[in-house]
Structures are given as structure tokens and as C-alpha cells.
């Protein structure tokens, strides 16, 4: 258990409307990363963080905004949600003291509908 | 161009039988970390098993083993004695060199596996 929680776990929305989901960790990760899964597309990266206050985008990053003001928090944010954004998301960290392998832990996603 | 290739949207395979799912990748980058994740029907993303490119054995964790061949770019996952319990859904991912890049995994489509009692 990597302390990954992340709230809410399912939203049902309108379009246009603004929506931020948070992913929060408890042990002190430099690295956490939003993806979004997709039938058909696995996981595709949105946001990433390297640190507070350093974000980078992701290969589908269009229509999401990320923050991170503190180490435990990883904030990503539809400014105005649209129909294509249905999907499941998940909040990743990059355990660099886990093993030799750096592998990413996963928390247990939110469910979003955009109608 | 797709990095990570699954080909097989679905398979089965009997209880206690050995099964192998595919897994194609293509990168320039000669140093590259290759993982594959289980996803059960609650949703969650489990990790199984990880090679390095440079590794010279195969990675092997339990039941799990990575049939890595480098020159066809291929890290197949191979589960043996089969468990209803490994229905899910299994990705492989690839994660290129690169502190710049944030160590980002590229997943392939996933493979979904239905063990048959």
C-alpha cells in the first residue's frame, strides 16, 4: 500500500462545468502523474509532477490543468468538462525506495461522467 | 507509431495451464525498463514484474516470468498453474531513460484473460 487515496471516487457532471479531482499520498513520493484509462487505449499519461510547484503535461494534457502546492497533493482540474473526458482516472507515484525498479503505485482511480 | 503493442484482446486458458501474453514495444532508446500491471475487475492497478534492458536474465517474481527477447523487442509475460483468481486485465508498459521525461510509463492496450475452471 502505497498511501495513495483519492477523492472523489466517482462524480457524475454536466458539461461545461469546472471539476478537480485530488490525489493525495502520505509518504512523502517526489513523483505523481494523472493518467486516464480509456477502453480501447490503456493508460495515457495527462499531468505529471516532479516536485511542488513542477508539473509537465502528458501526451493527452489538452483540457486539464494540474497544481501541486504541497508535497501530498496532486490536484487535476477540467476547467470546463466535456463529454470526451468520461473515463476513469488514476493518481500514480514513482516509489524510488520501494526497489531498484522505480515502479509506479496506482490509487484506486475516480470514475467521471461527463454528461 | 503505437510504443507499446498488445495483439491479443482477449485469451482463455484453463485452470492450472501455463498461458503467455504478448507484448511488443518499440523504442531507440537503449536503455528502457519494460513492466507489466494486473487490473482485476475492482479496478485497481497491481504491479507484477519488471526487466530492465540491461538485465541478462529474464525477470521471474512467483508464477510470473518476462520472456524478454531484446532483438524482436518483445517482453512476453508467461503466468504458470493458472488461478480463476489471475482473471483480469494485464498491460505492458515501457518507461524510457530520462529525468526530463518523469520516468513516464507508455501502456499498451491491455490484454484481457479469463482463466476457465
Known amino acids: 500500500d502505497a498511501g495513495i487515496t483519492q477523492s472523489p471516487r466517482h462524480k457524475v457532471t454536466e458539461t461545461g462545468t469546472p471539476v478537480t479531482l485530488r490525489c493525495h499520498q502520505t509518504?512523502?513520493?517526489?513523483?505523481m502523474y494523472w493518467y486516464r484509462q480509456d477502453p480501447g487505449h490503456g493508460l495515457r499519461l495527462i499531468h505529471y509532477?516532479?516536485?511542488?510547484?513542477?508539473?509537465d503535461k502528458g501526451e493527452v494534457s489538452d483540457g486539464y490543468s494540474v497544481s501541486r502546492s504541497k508535497t501530498e497533493d496532486f490536484l487535476l482540474t477540467l476547467e470546463s468538462a466535456t463529454s470526451s473526458q468520461t473515463s476513469v482516472y488514476f493518481c500514480?507515484?514513482?516509489?524510488?525506495?520501494?526497489?531498484?525498479?522505480?515502479?509506479?503505485?496506482f490509487g484506486p482511480g475516480t470514475r467521471l461522467t461527463v454528461l | 507509431a503505437q510504443k507499446i503493442t498488445q495483439t491479443q484482446p482477449g485469451m482463455f486458458v484453463q485452470e492450472k495451464e501455463a498461458v503467455t501474453l504478448d507484448c511488443t514495444y518499440d523504442?531507440?532508446?537503449?536503455?528502457?525498463?519494460l513492466f507489466w500491471y494486473k487490473q482485476p475487475s475492482s479496478g485497481e492497478m497491481i504491479f507484477l514484474i519488471y526487466?530492465?534492458?540491461?538485465?541478462?536474465q529474464n525477470a521471474t517474481e512467483g508464477r510470473y516470468s518476462l520472456n524478454f527477447q531484446k532483438a524482436r523487442k518483445s517482453a512476453n509475460l508467461v503466468i504458470s498453474a493458472s488461478q480463476l483468481g489471475d482473471s483480469a486485465m494485464y498491460f505492458c508498459?515501457?518507461?524510457?531513460?530520462?529525468?526530463?521525461?518523469?520516468?513516464?510509463?507508455?501502456f499498451g492496450e491491455g490484454t484481457q484473460l479469463t482463466v476457465n475452471p
Open positions: 526487466q530492465g534492458s540491461y538485465d541478462q
Open positions: 509518504e512523502n513520493h517526489r513523483y
Open positions: 523504442t531507440s532508446d537503449p536503455s528502457y525498463g
Open positions: 509532477s516532479y516536485g511542488v510547484k513542477d508539473t
Open positions: 500514480a507515484i514513482r516509489d524510488l525506495r520501494a526497489s531498484s525498479y522505480n515502479e509506479q503505485f
Open positions: 508498459a515501457m518507461r524510457e531513460r530520462g529525468e526530463t521525461s518523469g520516468s513516464r510509463l507508455t
